[in-house]
T-cell receptor, first 114, second 112 residues
Framework: KAGVTQTPRYLIKTRGQQVTLSCSPISGHRSVSWYQQTPGQGLQFLFEYFSETQRNKGNFPGRFSGRQFSNSRSEMNVSTLELGDSALYLC?????????????FGEGSRLTVL | AQTVTQSQPEMSVQEAETVTLSCTYDTSESDYYLFWYKQPPSRQMILVIRQEAYKQQNATENRFSVNFQKAAKSFSLKISDSQLGDAAMYFCAYRRFNQFYFGTGTSLTVIP
């Protein structure tokens, strides 16, 4: 079974631009979560989608948005990029339904904002 | 709000020795799950071990074991017979329903 796939792996943007990151979960997984990882801050929860609906949202500004498609693939978008948005963005999938399982992570998308 | 604290930003261990990584969490719930994740330098996070709060017995997975103290809200990870491949960032995580909370991580160095 293929793992969680994130694209692109690396990208460089300038302040004010926007970016879209993509995540394909493990086949059969209906929940997709997004995290921002920065040194010293650990993983900060952005949002979680389940069956195309945002189920949970972290404490991030409205510039951060996401969506999930009917095939469970998810995208997240960051508009009006700021220097502080430079981070590793991790996507994780979960079979969902129950509330006992672990998250399965992708390798992440490394965003650098200049 | 649930919080997870890892008070050791960095740890080191000699190869073949044992090391313990600390984690504490704050919750008023009685039913939840705890996890330790490993993130090697290649970045993909993988699950090391999990613990159900309702189970008193500490989880073990080969060289990895936990010391789960529910009343103290402590969940430490013990790595025995450390290997070079154990070098990574380790994250403690708490799950309640479909919400996960992560600590800030402990960077483990294994010295040959």
């Amino acid at each position: 079974k293929a793992g969680v796939t994130q694209t692109p792996r690396y990208l460089i943007k300038t302040r004010g631009q926007q970016v879209t990151l993509s995540c394909s979960p493990i086949s059969g997984h209906r929940s997709v979560s997004w995290y921002q990882q920065t040194p010293g801050q650990g993983l900060q929860f952005l949002f979680e989608y389940f069956s195309e609906t945002q189920r949970n949202k972290g404490n991030f500004p409205g510039r951060f948005s996401g969506r999930q498609f009917s095939n469970s693939r998810s995208e997240m978008n960051v508009s009006t990029l700021e220097l502080g948005d430079s981070a590793l963005y991790l996507c994780a999938s979960n079979p969902a339904g129950g509330n006992t399982g672990e998250l399965f992570f992708g390798e992440g998308s490394r965003l650098t904002v200049l | 709000a649930q919080t997870v604290t890892q008070s050791q930003p960095e740890m080191s261990v000699q190869e073949a020795e044992t090391v313990t990584l600390s984690c504490t969490y704050d919750t008023s719930e009685s039913d939840y799950y705890l996890f330790w994740y490993k993130q090697p330098p290649s970045r993909q996070m993988i699950l090391v071990i999990r613990q159900e709060a309702y189970k008193q017995q500490n989880a073990t997975e080969n060289r990895f074991s936990v010391n789960f103290q529910k009343a103290a809200k402590s969940f430490s990870l013990k790595i025995s017979d450390s290997q070079l491949g154990d070098a990574a960032m380790y994250f403690c995580a708490y799950r309640r329903f479909n919400q996960f909370y992560f600590g800030t991580g402990t960077s483990l160095t294994v010295i040959p």
